[in-house]
C-alpha cells in the first residue's frame, strides 16, 4: 500500500533558526506528495505540492521541499522560522488513479524564543 | 472563495446517540471528502463523493455510518449508534474536478466527543 512516514513526532527549535521536517514516502506507482499545515483548532492548509517536474517545490510562508527519488523523500524546509510557524504539519500522497490522500502521522513543530 | 464550512464545530453526545454532521463545500467544488483525524494521527481518509455519487469508501466507514451528498451540494455524514471509539475530529474537504493531482481544500472540522 501507498504511504508516507514522518519520521519526527516532534521538532523543537529557536526562532529564526532553520528547520528541516522529514517525510519519506513509498509506492511503486507515480506518486504526488503534500505537505500540509493544521494550526490548532483549525482545518489544513496547503503550504505545498509536488506532482513532477522541478524537485523542489516552494510553498507558501517560506517553505520549501525538495522531492528525491533515489531517497523516496520528500521533506520540507525554511530558513529561518517564527514563532507563527509552530503547528502540526502532515506530509501526505495520493498514488495512481485514487483520489484519497494517505497522510503520515504528522510532526508537531514547537518554535520558542 | 468562502472556504469549506462545517457545522457543528463541536459536538458532544452520549454512547448509543445518532449524530450528523453537515460539510458545505467551496462553490462549484465537484468533489467532497471526509476524514477522520484522531487524537496524534493523521487524518483517514472515509469517504468521497464526486457531484453526488459516492465513489468510494473506506473500510473505516461502518455500517453505522452513512454519508449522503444530495443535489452535489452540501454533504452529511450520519453515525448511528455512536459510541466511545467514534470520538474524533471529523474533516470535509472540497476539490474541483481536474484530475487525483487536484488541491483539497478543508474546512475546520467537527470535534466529536462520545461519552
Keep these: 500500500a501507498q504511504s508516507v512516514t514522518q519520521l519526527d513526532s516532534q521538532v523543537p527549535v529557536f526562532e529564526e533558526a532553520p528547520v528541516e521536517l522529514r517525510c519519506n514516502y513509498s509506492s511503486s506507482v507515480s506518486v504526488y506528495l503534500f505537505w500540509y499545515v493544521q494550526y490548532p483548532n483549525q482545518g489544513l492548509q496547503l503550504l505545498l505540492k509536488y506532482l513532477s517536474g522541478s524537485t523542489l517545490v516552494k510553498g507558501i510562508n517560506g517553505f520549501e521541499a525538495e522531492f528525491n527519488k533515489s531517497q523516496t523523500s520528500f521533506h520540507l524546509r525554511k530558513p529561518s522560522v517564527h514563532i507563527s510557524d509552530t503547528a502540526e504539519y502532515f506530509c501526505a500522497c495520493v498514488t495512481g488513479t485514487a483520489s484519497k490522500l494517505t497522510f503520515g502521522t504528522g510532526t508537531r513543530l514547537q518554535v520558542t524564543l | ?115
Design chain 2, 1 to 115: 472563495d468562502t472556504g469549506v464550512s462545517q457545522d457543528p464545530r463541536h459536538k458532544i453526545t452520549k454512547r448509543g446517540q445518532n449524530v450528523t454532521f453537515r460539510c458545505d463545500p467551496i462553490s462549484e467544488h465537484n468533489r467532497l471528502y471526509w476524514y477522520r483525524q484522531t487524537l496524534g494521527q493523521g487524518p483517514e481518509f472515509l469517504t468521497y463523493f464526486q457531484n453526488e455519487a459516492q465513489l468510494e469508501k473506506s473500510r473505516l466507514l461502518s455500517d453505522r455510518f452513512s454519508a449522503e451528498r444530495p443535489k452535489g451540494s452540501f454533504s452529511t455524514l450520519e453515525i448511528q449508534r455512536t459510541e466511545q471509539g467514534d470520538s474524533a475530529m471529523y474533516l470535509c474537504a472540497s476539490s474541483k474536478d481536474r484530475g487525483v493531482t487536484e488541491t483539497q481544500y478543508f474546512g475546520p472540522g467537527t470535534r466529536l466527543l462520545v461519552l
